[in-house]
C-alpha cells in the first residue's frame, strides 16, 4: 500500500541495548523527519534528511543515528538504549511543507 | 530560539458551539502555519494551512492569520465530538525551507 509505514509500532528494550526503527515511504518524498513526541515536550525533531545520502541534526540529536542510503527508507538507531528514549517516535515525509506522518512507534527502555 | 506556544487546555467546549485554539509565534520572518490534528494514540494530521494575513476558510474549520500580533488561531464552527484531539500548531522554520517547529498542542473536547 501507498504511504508511510513504521516498524515495529511497539518496542521494548532494556538500557544499553542497541535499538533501530524502521521508516519506508511509497511517494518518493525528498524530504524525511524523525521526530519524537513526549507529554510537555510535543513533537521534537531528532533529524531530519532532504535527500538521499543528506541528512542533519535536529533539535534532539543526542544518543541517535540515522542514515538514508535509499529515499525511501530512513532508519533511526538508538545506539545504546537510555530510559530517557522512552517515548512515540514518528516519521514523516513531505515533498513541500506539508509533512505526512507514520503511525509511528512506541518505545520503552526498561 | 524559535518556539511556538499554545495552550495545553484542556479546551471544553460544547457540541455545536465555536471553539478557538490559539498559537503565537517567536520567530517574525516565519512564512508558513499549519495546524494539525492528533487524534489519541494516532498521528498527526494536517487539516489546515495558511499563508496570508487574515482568515482561510475549509468546511468547518477557519486559520486567521495575524503576522503583525506574530498570532495564528483555528476556528472550528459547530464543533462535534469527532472534533475531540489535540491541535498541534506549527510555524516553518525560515533557516530550513523543509522544516517546521510543533508547538506543544492543545487538547480539546467537545462535549455531547
Known amino acids: 500500500d501507498a504511504g508511510i509505514t513504521q516498524s515495529p509500532r511497539y518496542k521494548i528494550t532494556e538500557t544499553g541495548r542497541q535499538v533501530t526503527l524502521m521508516c519506508h515511504q511509497t511517494?518518493?518524498?525528498?524530504?524525511m523527519f524523525w521526530y519524537r513526541q513526549d507529554l510537555g515536550h510535543g513533537l521534537r525533531l531528532i533529524y531530519y534528511?532532504?535527500?538521499?545520502?543528506?541528512?542533519d541534526k535536529g533539535e534532539v540529536p543526542d544518543g541517535y543515528v540515522v542514515s538514508r542510503s535509499k529515499t525511501e527508507n530512513f532508519p533511526l538507531t538508538l545506539e545504546s538504549a537510555t530510559r530517557s528514549q522512552t517515548s512515540v517516535y514518528f516519521c514523516?515525509?513531505?515533498?513541500?511543507?506539508?509533512?505526512?506522518f507514520g503511525p509511528g512507534t512506541r518505545l520503552l527502555v526498561l | 530560539q524559535k518556539e511556538v506556544e499554545q495552550n495545553s487546555g484542556p479546551l471544553s467546549v460544547p457540541e455545536g458551539a465555536i471553539a478557538s485554539l490559539n498559537c503565537t509565534y517567536s520567530?517574525?520572518?516565519?512564512?508558513?502555519f499549519f495546524w494539525y490534528r492528533q487524534y489519541s494514540g494516532k498521528s498527526p494530521e494536517l487539516i489546515m494551512f495558511?499563508?496570508?494575513?487574515g482568515d482561510k476558510e475549509d468546511g468547518r474549520f477557519t486559520a486567521q492569520l495575524n503576522k503583525a500580533s506574530q498570532y495564528v488561531s483555528l476556528l472550528i464552527r459547530d464543533s462535534q465530538p469527532s472534533d475531540s484531539a489535540t491541535y498541534l500548531c506549527?510555524?516553518?522554520?525560515?533557516?530550513?525551507?523543509?522544516?517546521?517547529?510543533f508547538g506543544p498542542g492543545t487538547s480539546l473536547s467537545v462535549i455531547p
Open positions: 520567530d517574525r520572518g516565519s512564512q508558513s
Open positions: 514523516a515525509s513531505s515533498e513541500t511543507e506539508t509533512q505526512y
Open positions: 511517494w518518493s518524498h525528498s524530504y
Open positions: 495558511i499563508y496570508s494575513n
Open positions: 534528511s532532504a535527500a538521499a545520502d543528506i541528512t
Open positions: 506549527a510555524v516553518n522554520d525560515k533557516t530550513s525551507y523543509d522544516k517546521v517547529i
